[in-house]
């Protein structure tokens, strides 16, 4: 934990409206379901301004409106930053081991905090 690298670019023709950045975390997930408030546990797989990719033990049905929330520390960070907003699952896939799942979120507005965790580029 604690390291930020940059993916490499895509190898397909669509661009990426955000760069993405390998940033793994505990987030923690709040949603509804019905009449309950569930929480749960992740693990970020990669960050943009516009999205997180995550890796939890619950699934997530594709649609659901989440907030989220995680804090970043370490490396060239002065002190931890806290990086939480808003988004909706888009895409929801079996995760590398049981019992786990790939969950894509895309934030309803840019997470403006993650500016502060992230690497200049030129």
């Given at each position: 934990m ?7 670019p895509p190898t ?9 950045f ?5 987030v ?10 569930i929480e749960v546990?992740?693990t ?10 995550l890796?939890?033990?619950a699934?997530?049905?594709?649609q ?21 907003g808003h988004?909706?699952?888009v ?8 019992q786990?799942?790939?969950?894509a ?6 997470v ?11």
């Open positions: 604690g390291k930020i690298t940059e993916l490499p397909y023709l669509k661009q990426r409206k955000y760069r993405r390998n940033l793994s975390y505990p923690s997930l709040k949603f509804r379901r019905g009449h309950f408030a546990e992740a970020s797989k990669n960050v943009s301004v516009g999205g997180l990719l890796q939890a033990a699934e997530i049905p594709p659901t409106r989440i907030s989220f929330a995680m804090t970043v520390q370490g490396g060239m960070l002065l002190r931890p930053v806290r990086i939480s988004g909706k699952v895409r929801v896939e079996p995760g590398a081991q049981d786990e799942f790939a969950i979120v895309q934030c309803l507005s840019p403006t905090q993650i500016r502060q965790c992230l690497p200049a580029t030129g």
